[in-house]
């Protein structure tokens, strides 16, 4: 069955620290990637996505991902993070079939 | 620009109880989705639509009904609600199944 697999549940870090959050996905042909943000109380927000080309994409508010073929993964990275990234983090695939398969979500915390 | 217009944002029903809950989008998308998000397990795909007339189910569709008269709306209605039907609840659209998904603001549902 296709999955999502996101690393971690929960992070908890500083002001100015940087970020990595992984995602792994078990799909086998051509697939859509996205990064979804919650912000408490709120709905999700797209933070980038990539469907082709360059594998370095950039997205809203300072995040970038890597999407890497070979390793199935498409990692989210912030360089240095602030109080208002406090958020839930989602990582989501789609297929040619379509469908977004969303990963369980990464909480995460930034303390001031 | 309204977007994904979901309603109610808070309801509590008894259980056996019925109730629809309403979205609506005016982006003129084609696609439509509902998904339940519970802690630890992400968002769950309920049922979706390809088009006005098209449903389907996804992965938890049991105990919940969807229809799409218009390109417009996509409501969910739970016929007989049970506890395990707290949750979140978030509506969904996009112009292709497998591309950028836009959300609305959510309903939280408790049962009791």
């Known amino acids: 069955a296709q999955s999502v697999s996101q690393h971690n549940h929960h992070v908890i870090l500083s002001e100015a620290a940087s970020l990595e959050l992984g995602c792994n996905y078990s799909?086998?042909?051509?697939?859509?990637l996205f990064w979804y943000v919650q912000y408490p109380g709120q709905h999700l927000q797209l933070l980038l996505k990539?469907?082709?080309?360059?594998?370095l994409v950039k997205g809203i508010k300072g995040f970038e991902a890597e999407f890497i073929k070979s390793k199935f993964s498409f990692n989210l990275r912030k360089p240095s993070v602030q109080w208002s990234d406090t958020a839930e983090y989602f990582c989501?695939?789609?297929?040619?079939?379509?469908?977004?398969?969303f990963g369980a979500g990464t909480q995460v915390v930034v303390t001031p | 620009n309204a977007g994904v217009t979901q309603t109610p944002k808070f309801q509590v029903l008894k259980t056996g109880q019925s109730m629809t809950l309403q979205c609506a989008q005016d982006m003129n998308h084609e696609y439509m989705s509902w998904y339940r998000q519970d802690p630890g397990m992400g968002l769950r795909l309920i049922h979706y639509?390809?088009?006005?007339?098209?449903?389907d189910q996804g992965e938890v569709p049991n105990g919940y009904n969807v229809s799409r008269s218009t390109t417009e709306d996509f409501p969910l209605r739970l016929l007989s609600a049970a506890p395990s039907q707290t949750s979140v609840y978030f509506c969904a659209s996009s112009y292709r199944m497998n591309t950028e998904a836009f959300f609305g603001q959510g309903t939280r549902l408790t049962v009791v």
């Open positions: 989501a695939v789609s297929d040619s079939w379509g469908k977004l398969q």
């Open positions: 639509s390809v088009g006005a007339g098209i449903t």
């Open positions: 990539y469907f082709s080309g360059d594998p």
């Open positions: 799909y086998g042909g051509t697939v859509n």
